[in-house]
């Protein structure tokens, strides 16, 4: 009984550690692109952000996610350019895209600083 049980919890252990690697390997797969301007991202911005400003998300976007199926994350001041940006994206193939409105958001959901 004593040997079942070790084995149980071998596999149980060895289960978790494969979930947990595979969850973090997908959210570091993860890109998190701030559509604002470089002045607004001096002023603070998510930590492990990168900067694409709305209007060359297009142009921008393939250098930091050239696989259509990244997932990606958008932020902005109000919500308005990430909208813009996410439509962008979705006319140019990307299909998993999650739109955070506002930095303050976006910090709280993926739970990461702001930093300065």
């Not at 149980?12 to 993860?30: C, D, I, P, R, Y």
């Not at 308005?80 to 979705?90: G, V």
Request: one cysteine or more; charged letters at 25%; aromatic letters at 6%.
């Amino acid at each position: 009984m004593k040997i079942i049980r070790i084995v149980t919890l071998s596999i149980v252990l060895v289960l978790f550690a494969l979930s947990s690697f595979a969850a973090e390997k997908e959210s570091s797969a993860a890109v998190i692109v701030d559509v604002r301007s470089e002045a607004e991202w001096n002023e603070g911005h998510l930590e492990g952000a990168v900067l694409i400003p709305y209007d060359i998300i297009e142009q921008g976007i393939t250098a930091v996610a050239p696989d259509k199926s990244t997932k990606i994350y958008l932020y902005c001041r109000s919500g308005r350019r990430t909208a813009i940006a996410e439509e962008t994206l979705k006319k140019s193939g990307y299909r998993d895209l999650v739109n955070l409105g506002t930095l303050e958001n976006a910090a709280q959901v993926l739970q990461r600083p702001i930093v300065k």
